[in-house]
């Protein structure tokens, strides 16, 4: 075997390495069983209904959401099986398949550091580590929108094959049915791939337009049965979003180090500053992608903030996660052109902070859920099937409660009707100490059974930890 | 690296600067209050002119930004007078003194006295004294503690008029301790990034000075 030969094999092992040992990390942090509301809600539109149940329950819900996401996740589960893990780990998939384009597309186009600076950043940047092991469907629409950006790059630079248009227009399709707001990513990919088709070939032009048109139609047909822009629904919009472009970055960046912020924007002034000033490291169009790349994020923020306001949809700083694959694409690409001592610097900080957000991810997956055991453990000892539970943490989190307590049925104290529970199995979690109002308790006994003990799951603010009671509801004597 | 010019030396030094500032002179530091636990207070006798509040305390880490106290008097009256406060080592060297007005002082709330990143030497005991220079009514209390405070370990002898009171002294302090790990190599990468990102700028500067120099076509 040649040197040469030899070299490449030994980069090659190099980097699929750094792609199983970042893959590894991210499961890491997938043995616990404390869920946020998001994931709970993740967990109970697949688990509680049917594949058509999801699309109706989707409807119901007049969220950011679309089916496709949630129907992958239970072809997923039923395949292996229903634990958390199994949940958890589909999120993780995600993320490996964003690092398996940055082993083979990213590096075949932009070479080896960058493809390992890539590979580091999106696994293990704040934002993007606790999405991968987040039940939710953000780990797969950064890989959609970072495959459709590079595949934008590759087929502007080529003669276009039609196996290509069907590609980009399947991964469009699949991004836009997995969350709405990929949309507005997909739509600045599209007017990069169509203005440098015009300038090379004008009747081609079409093409992209026509990939566009036909991706988009499923998608607006969606969007009129759901009701979108409240075309049939009306009602008023709820006003501009208060989400600051500053929370972004805090989104993208923060992690237990102070000033991480303020660094890791830094970090993306550099590479803006790079990219800019350095013109001359890059060729002409791939100098256009990697600023789109950049500026992206900051750009779909401001369009997501305005459309959310007449859409009345809430809009939350995930919500430009999307594009946040291609935006670790562009840093990536800039540091590994400046100077060796510039990459140097730049692979130390994505090392750094993502060791500072696994740090941080650690503490939010296994030490906020200190009380886990004993509850699960007098959940499996204590309570039947069929028993009534009774809570008083905000209604929502009802859903968080049902994923513990599935066998079981859930009612708030404020819909508690003691008539119908009298003589049936009933506990009270206590979370608030809003109790029963006198109203609900007129004619009514209730005797309290104290367990010993705190119990909870995952700490989070209005749904700490409660205590349990076993209520006995009698009827007064006359 | 290509022959750098003076600017480009003066960057690379400034980025040095800024990473030994940061690790291992540790210039620049991060703040660390020391939490209290609400309890029950008591208040020490009364404080007529001339007395001395004494409280020993260890250095928690070299440097100390600010410490709090809480004194007591009656809002209702005039609060009129100077206290001087003054930090002692071990050998009774006095490394920081300063006066501040009574009236500035809230009733029973912690008042800041700013020390300046005052240097100490971390785990040595140290003393501050509060004297009662020229307040002759309304005169003020020091409250404290008599139960242990959670990291009462900090906490040393309090003392009035060299009359030892029975407690645990009740101080907050703010304390400047060095970077971790983490928060060092993401600082020293950043800046080093910035830095050579910089060195780059000037060096495409200088290579296309340069060429214009040589009367290149197309520079």
Redesign the interface.
Known sequence: MGQKEKKFRLQDFGIWFLVLLCTLVLITLCFDEGLDYDEAYSWHTTYRNSFAGVWQAILDDHDTDIPLWYWCLKVWVAIFGESWFVYKLFSVMGTLATMILGATAVRRIWGNKTAVLFIISVSLSPALLHNSVNVRMYSWTVFLITACGVLVYWMSDRTRKLWMWILLGFLTVVGLFCHYFTAFCYLFLYLFLLIRVFLQNKKESCKVIACGVIALIPFLIWLIIFDFFHLVGGGAAPGVSKTELKEIFQYLFET?????VL?GT??FA?AI??VV??G?KFEKWEKYFVLMSLVMTPLIFGVMGYVSSVSYHFFTPRHVLHSAGLMWLGIAIV?SR??V??Y???L??V???G??AY?KSYHVEYETTPYMAETKALIAERMEPGDIIIFNAETSFGLVYDYYLREQQLVHVSQVNLEELAGKPVWFLDATGKHLSEEQLKGWELAYEQIDGIYGFRQSDNNTFFQVYKLDIKEPKE | ?KKSNLWQKLILFLMVLGMLAVWPVCILR?EEKQTMEHDVYEVTGEMPQGSVFTQYFRAEESVLNAFELVIDYDPALPAEGIFQIAILNDKNEMIYDGLFPYYLVKDYTFFRLETYNLRLKKGDIYHYRLTNQDITENLPHIAYTRKSQPDGEGYQRMLLNDTEIEGEAFARFEWKRP?DF??I??????L???G??L???L??WKNRTNRMKKGEKNV
């Open positions: 237990e180090v102070e000033y991480s660094l830094g970090v550099v500053a790079g000033l350095l001359k540091l400046i100077n001592m510039s140097l610097c730049g130390l900080f090392g750094s902070m060791a500072s740090e | 690296m991060t970077y983490l928060s190599l993401m600082m020293w990468s950043c080093g990034l910035g050579f990102f060195w780059e700028i060096e495409q």
